[in-house]
């Protein structure tokens, strides 16, 4: 069974360009969750969806992010305009509804130059 | 306050030593507690959920106090490759189902 996939693995981009993330869940999951994970301030979560509806983007950020999920099988990450401060591993989850735990993908490590 | 806090590490022992993490979250309404492994440049994966009665899974035990709001990981006999990032981790149900990471407690094992 494929994990949660993501893609791409790495990305560098120049300041004020877009990027954007992307990530299959793992088939049959009802809950996908996006966090971003840097040194100083460890594994944030960002934002999450159950049922492809977002329920808390408390974690965005600033307006510059935004996220969707358009089925159940697929959502993004975009950062417009990206900024240097942005560059970190952003790691997409998802899990069944209820008490299941997370299931990560291997990440995409941006850097923003 | 953060909502999940966790030692600081790193924790730096020898092999076959007996090393406890410890975790203390801030939300009553905390309802799922797990703990996660996290290697380097890897993304995190589960190493065990954690049970209100306590639970075991070799030489991991991971224990649950609710009134003190507080978490535990036992590792006995630890291996040279127990050593990576141990993350504790909270669901909040009355946040949706939000979950939360500590930021992770370092543990280096060394021969």
């Known amino acids: 069974d494929a994990g949660v996939i993501q893609s791409p693995r790495h990305e560098v981009t120049e300041m004020g360009q877009e990027v954007t993330l992307r990530c299959k869940p793992i088939s049959g999951h009802n809950s996908l969750f996006w966090y971003r994970q840097t040194m100083m301030r460890g594994l944030e979560l960002l934002i999450y969806?159950?049922?492809?509806?977002?329920?808390?983007d408390s974690g965005m950020p600033e307006d510059r992010f935004s996220a969707k999920m358009p089925n159940a099988s697929f959502s993004t990450l975009k950062i417009q305009p990206s900024e240097p401060r942005d560059s970190a591993v952003y790691f997409c989850a998802s899990s069944p509804s209820g008490e299941a735990p997370l299931h990560f993908g291997n990440g995409t490590r941006l850097t923003v130059t | 306050r953060k909502e999940v806090e966790q030692d600081p590490g790193p924790f730096n022992v020898p092999e076959g030593a007996t090393v406890a993490f410890n975790c203390t979250y801030s939300?009553?309404?905390?309802?799922?507690f797990f703990w996660y492994r996290q290697d380097c440049r890897k993304e995190p994966k589960l190493l065990m959920s954690?049970?209100?009665s306590g639970n075991e899974d070799g030489r991991f035990t991971a224990q649950l106090n609710r009134a003190s709001q507080y978490i535990s990981l036992l590792i006995r006999d630890s291996k040279l490759s127990d050593s990576a990032t141990y993350l504790c981790v909270v669901r909040i149900y009355n946040q949706g189902g939000k979950l939360i990471f500590g930021q992770g407690t370092e543990l280096s094992v060394k021969p």
């Open positions: 969806f159950n049922n492809n509806v977002p329920i808390d």
């Open positions: 939300n009553s309404a905390s309802q799922s």
């Open positions: 954690v049970y209100s």
